[in-house]
């Protein structure tokens, strides 16, 4: 070992180094997601949010964007607009916003196309290139159906967003079935030390390193770790309670008492450190294994009873977990094991011992999956480092159920379906911001409604000329809209009850209307940050998107997340 | 209620209409009230004026300060000052939209300055300062309306709050400076509006951004368990022994590549595995994780409060009995808190009363020194510290060290009374902390 070289310098890469602050988050595989995804952009409106959105995209390296706007840049882009200046009044809002976004990172293409959006979209296979696509409001109703549809028909992301004045809001549509493996749950949440139910190789490993333990000098008794104390202490337990262990909140207090109460006092620090943690972790790691409703849930999908051919390798590796956990009604052991104090060799030894358990259980999952694979004659094999990821998350995989967004019609109900009842509820909610959403659906729709004093097919926005006049027409969308949806429900809202949510939507209407349209770089650089975090959530398959619209209010300064 | 505001400069207040169509967005917004506007709002003149005229300060030129100063540019502001002593590092491009690979190494605020200010045309003046917030004195700070913080030091923030509360005079509504901090973590953040002595300032919520535990020395020195506990130990240990003399430069590649060669020897010793390169890089440093989308979403947050604050074209937070902070966590969903933090009347900084401090009677003053530096209502690391009648112990001057010195194996019982107050002072903050020593015992 003395003579053998140092290992070579291992210093990163330049893009390692540019994109070291992110790849801590998301890491390689992330970023190469980002790397190979293509972004549209339909710019419409005054098409701030949209901007800042890509930028933020633009930034950590997503592969391509295009920015299909057909706008011309206007005195009133200058000012709200960081990514155009005054050279180029006049010309295209696509072409010059496209190159002042491409100078902040020289690895990513971008691409613009000046055409409007009529007819852009009708060439065949227009949207084809894109992985994932953006849309700002205002845009027609036709326009927005369409790309709802290719979202639906192709499982590509599609995002509808509006910033006006202080509100704004988005709206996902995700594929029916989007799962996520790698959420990246706290630290805090992942641990799972299967005290209650230990394997032998956990038992024999806490018996050797408890063993004489009231006897043992104070320098190896404050280096046991708390995992086997905690199990020594529970077999205490079990001898005085019919091998029952801690059932309750009371009986897990009187299990701690009797940990805490066997620690040793006549310590230099008068206490041990390995004894505190032990007592810490009482409330937290005595609790069934138990999986979350939501990973029940997954098992119950007909995508995981249904398996066949053409299955992701998602719902192949689910069905053999759901096998696993019907045959041992426990997960796959996650296998990491929470710092403690204990003495290094002992402490690799327990690491070692959960670790193998886990390679256990994975082996377990990965021979179940082939088999599937072969009763269903998949020819393409799950590849395995993905069953080992799917069996460290196990206890915290999600499965998003995207469906597409509301569509605005001039003079249509808007639909509610299995959520009228749970809306219905929550628009009584106090703070609730439902009547945001409320008020963007009636501006949609007050905007998709031709203007009988005006020519062509021009929308109009609320508030653009006369306030005055237009509030009172988008309270009254409004309020019909909120009467809907309570009738859809099948419920009845009663007053004061129904008077207050009628006045709060109608503030809420009356502040976007004030604003005529007009985009605040403010609420537009907050909302494209937030945008900007849901689409790599997406692109990358990790954490939590949001399901499936967000609001915020930028007077108060708060947001809510809606299932509609 | 309404807030005087200074900072004034000489600009032509209100510009020819036809300039006004760049604002044509903001100007609908400002030429009208809304549901929630204060019945005391005039729409128009007033508030595009109070834009015009209004002097901010942004403190940090970084991933927030960036996306601040674009923030107020695009808002109306004109008057922007910006302060960073840092130069632009290579990992700070996937951010910090305002600097170009061939920026690296120079100033941060100048080159963002030279950058807002071009972008946005005639009209808008960017001022830098490359240099230490601590550079500037009272009268330095007293010429803004407010100041805007996207710092990523809580010291520094801790610092920048002392000085704006210290300059509060309640006979001159002019000393009163509003200041936003926002800060961020990853896919987390918060933004927050502070009136000083007013509402709950930087170090009533002291206890909200708690250090992080410093692993015991013991564990590093003969049981590291985890492989920050190798490369802790040959940074702090390691490079002590073997490199003495030689400063350690977390940005030299070479010292780096030491550290990180001596943590996985140990770490191959002790059997313990997961020692990289880039973890090495980020223990020694402390790097917290960063991304574009947050910062936009923190420094937006602020720079709306900043605008709302200065045109009143809506209500803002942080007026006392309203909220005041607004928490973000973006990794699960999207998920804002909203709240009002409360002022606490013990707060060092703030309060009248000093603040009550647990102390073992049995520690000595050395130990309970030691103890402050991790202490989440504390977080001091070079105090001085004095009663009423007499000096414990003092950082500086040399022979007042010397003179107090022998007091610091002392226990505290022989020091102090039970609940005797005590002043503590720290080199880093332009002001006394009060508090209160109560025995746990």
């Known amino acids: ?375 269903v004659g998949k020819k393409t094999k799950v590849d395995e480092k993905e069953v080992e990821t799917f069996c460290k998350n196990a206890a915290h995989v999600k499965l998003i159920r995207g469906r597409p967004f509301h569509v605005v019609q001039a003079g249509q109900s808007i639909k509610w379906g299995d959520r009228a009842k749970s809306l219905a509820q929550m628009l009584t909610f106090p703070g609730s911001l439902l009547p945001l959403y409320i008020a963007f659906l009636a501006y949609d729709e007050f905007t998709a409604t031709p203007n009988k004093d005006s020519l062509g097919s021009a929308s109009q926005i609320p508030g653009a000329a006369d306030a005055r006049l237009d509030v009172e027409n988008v309270i009254s969308v409004s309020r019909k809209i909120i009467d809907d949806l309570i009738n859809e429900a099948g419920t009845f809202i009663e007053d004061p009850e129904y008077s207050e949510v009628l006045s709060t939507t109608a503030d809420f209407v009356k502040e976007l209307v004030r604003a005529g349209g007009a985009e605040l770089h403010n609420i537009s650089a907050l909302t494209g940050g937030l945008v900007s975090q849901e689409v790599i959530k997406v692109i990358t398959e990790q954490y939590i998107p949001v399901d499936n619209t967000c609001v915020f209010d930028g007077i108060r300064s708060k947001s809510e997340v809606i299932r509609v | 209620m309404t807030l005087a505001m200074t900072g004034t400069v000489e600009l032509e207040p209100s510009q020819p209409s036809n300039a006004r169509a760049k604002w044509k967005h903001m100007d609908t917004v400002l030429d009208r009230s809304g549901p929630f506007t204060d019945p005391d709002f005039r729409p128009g003149e007033t508030p595009k004026e109070s834009l015009a005229r209004a002097k901010v300060l942004v403190i940090g030129a970084g991933g927030l300060g960036c996306e601040m100063l674009k923030d107020l540019a695009s808002s109306g502001f004109r008057d922007i000052h910006v302060i960073d002593m840092d130069t632009i590092d290579v990992s700070n491009l996937n951010r910090q939209f305002l600097f170009r690979q061939e920026d690296v190494g120079k100033f941060k605020a100048e080159v963002a300055a030279q950058r807002v200010e071009k972008r946005s045309g005639s009209g808008v003046k960017i001022t830098p300062y490359c240099g230490k917030i601590q550079d500037k004195d009272e009268d330095y700070y007293k010429q803004f309306a407010m100041i805007i913080c996207g710092l990523d030091s809580i010291e520094a923030r801790r610092w920048i709050n002392a000085t704006l509360v210290g300059m509060v005079d309640e006979e001159d509504p002019d000393s009163l400076k509003p200041l936003i901090d926002g800060g961020t973590e990853g896919f987390k953040g918060q933004a927050r509006v502070i009136f000083p002595t007013m509402t709950s300032c930087i170090e009533c919520q002291l206890d909200m951004h708690a250090p992080r535990a410093a692993v015991p020395l013991c564990t590093l020195a003969t049981i590291p368990r985890q492989p920050q506990h190798c490369i802790e130990w040959a940074h702090i240990i390691a490079w002590e022994e073997e490199r003495k003399g030689d400063i350690l430069d977390t940005d030299d590649p070479e010292h780096i590549t030491w550290l990180y060669q001596k943590a996985l020897k140990r770490a191959e010793q002790f059997n313990i595995s997961g020692v990289t390169y880039s973890m090495t890089q980020g223990v020694v440093k402390n790097i917290i994780p960063a991304i574009a989308s947050t910062n936009a979403i923190v420094a937006a947050a602020c720079c709306n409060e900043a605008f709302k604050i200065i045109t009143s074209c809506n209500p803002c937070l942080g007026l006392p009995g309203t909220d005041n902070y607004m928490m973000y966590t973006g990794d699960e969903s999207v998920y804002t808190y909203t709240f009002e933090h409360q002022k606490k009347p013990d707060c060092p900084v703030c309060g009248n009363l000093s603040r009550p401090l647990q102390v073992n009677q049995d520690s000595t003053l050395g130990e309970f020194l030691d103890s402050l530096t991790e202490r989440p209502e504390a977080q001091l690391k070079k105090p001085t510290i004095r009663t009423e009648a007499k000096s414990l112990y003092y950082q500086s001057p040399p022979s007042l060290e010397e003179q107090t010195r022998h007091n610091l194996s002392k226990k505290l019982s022989e020091l102090v009374e039970n609940g005797e107050e005590v002043a503590i002072q720290d080199p880093a903050f332009p002001t006394t902390f009060k508090y209160k020593l109560v025995f746990q015992k």
């Open chain 1, 1 to 375: 070992m003395e003579n053998e070289i140092p290992p070579a310098l291992q210093g990163p890469t330049a893009k390692e180094k540019k994109y070291d602050r992110q790849l801590r988050l998301w890491g390689a595989h992330g970023q190469m997601a980002l790397e190979e995804s293509h972004i549209l952009l339909i710019n419409s409106g005054p098409g701030v949010v949209g901007l800042e959105t890509l930028k933020n995209l633009v930034l950590p390296g997503i592969g391509n964007f295009t920015i299909q706007d057909s706008a011309v840049v206007t005195q009133a882009d200058l000012g709200v607009n960081f990514f155009l200046e005054d050279k180029h009044m006049g010309q295209f809002r696509a072409e010059h916003t496209c190159n002042l976004l491409k100078e902040l990172n020289p690895d990513v293409e971008g691409h613009f196309i000046t055409e409007p959006v009529e007819l852009f979209l009708n060439k065949p296979n227009a949207l084809k290139p894109y992985t994932l696509v953006l849309v700002t409001a205002p845009i027609r109703p036709e326009l927005l159906s369409q790309l709802s549809s290719h979202a639906n028909a192709t499982n590509t992301p599609l995002f509808y967003i509006h910033s006006v004045g202080f509100y704004s809001h988005f709206a996902i549509n995700l594929p029916l079935a989007f799962p996520v493996v790698d959420t990246h749950p706290s630290p805090e949440s992942t641990t799972d030390l299967r005290l209650l139910n230990p394997w032998p190789e956990l038992v024999q490993y806490a018996a050797e390193k408890t063993k004489d333990l009231e006897s043992m000098n104070n320098e190896d008794h404050g280096h046991v770790p708390y995992v086997c104390l905690l199990l020594y202490y529970l077999g205490q337990w079990r001898k005085d309670h019919d091998g029952r262990v801690p059932q309750d909140y009371k009986e897990k207090t009187a299990f701690r008492n009797l940990v805490s109460d066997a620690a040793r006092t006549n310590t230099p620090e008068g206490s041990e450190e390995n004894y505190d943690e032990a007592v810490a972790a009482v409330l937290k790691s005595l609790n069934p294994a138990e999986p979350s409703s939501a990973v029940k849930e997954i098992f119950k999908a007909p995508e995981c009873q249904r398996i066949d051919e053409q299955s992701p390798s998602f719902w192949i590796i689910a069905r053999a977990i759901s096998n696993f956990y019907d045959k041992h009604t426990a997960l796959p052991l996650p296998g990491s094991v929470p710092d403690m104090k204990a003495r290094s060799a002992d402490y690799v030894q327990l690491q070692n011992v959960y670790k193998t358990k886990a390679r256990k259980d994975i082996a377990e999952v990965l021979e179940d999956v082939r088999r599937i694979e072969e009763e």
